[in-house]
């Protein structure tokens, strides 16, 4: 009864080994938007404000990056964002008969 001398409680000095945090940094995608020479350039600005939030303004910046430089970058997200951000983006655009491309790499 009560505590017996081999209890924890005793003050026996009961080790516990402290494990650490096995938490991988999540690995971050740049979701990029490639030119094309048929999509017109509203749909592209409609496409960034409609997907990635972006004001009118912005959507126009980066809309004319892309057009100039080839490729732009339209945000940073987790591997499953970005996934379905391109997708979201390609369906999309495939809907309204544009080819325009969406694709995502490691940032
Ligand atoms: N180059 C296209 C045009 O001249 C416009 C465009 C911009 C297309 C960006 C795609 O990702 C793109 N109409």
């Given at each position: 009864?009560?505590?017996?001398s081999?209890?924890?409680?005793?003050?026996?000095?009961?080790?516990?080994?402290?494990?650490?945090?096995?938490?991988?940094?999540?690995?971050?995608?740049?979701?990029?938007l490639?030119?094309?020479?048929?999509?017109p350039?509203?749909?592209?600005?409609?496409?960034?404000?409609r997907?990635?939030?972006?004001?009118?303004?912005?959507?126009?910046?980066?809309?004319?990056?892309?057009?100039?430089?080839?490729?732009?970058?339209?945000?940073?997200?987790?591997?499953?964002?970005a996934?379905?951000?391109?997708?979201?983006?390609?369906?999309?655009?495939?809907?309204?008969?544009?080819?325009l491309m969406?694709?995502?790499?490691?940032?």
């Amino acid at each position: 009864m009560g505590h017996s001398s081999d209890d924890e409680s005793i003050g026996g000095g009961v080790a516990v080994q402290e494990s650490k945090p096995e938490l991988k940094k999540p690995s971050l995608y740049k979701v990029v938007l490639l030119n094309d020479d048929y999509t017109p350039m509203d749909f592209v600005i409609d496409v960034l404000a409609r997907f990635f939030a972006m004001s009118e303004d912005k959507a126009t910046q980066i809309m004319l990056h892309v057009h100039t430089r080839g490729v732009g970058v339209c945000g940073v997200y987790s591997k499953e964002i970005a996934e379905t951000k391109v997708q979201m983006v390609n369906d999309y655009s495939r809907d309204h008969q544009h080819p325009l491309m969406c694709a995502m790499e490691e940032d």
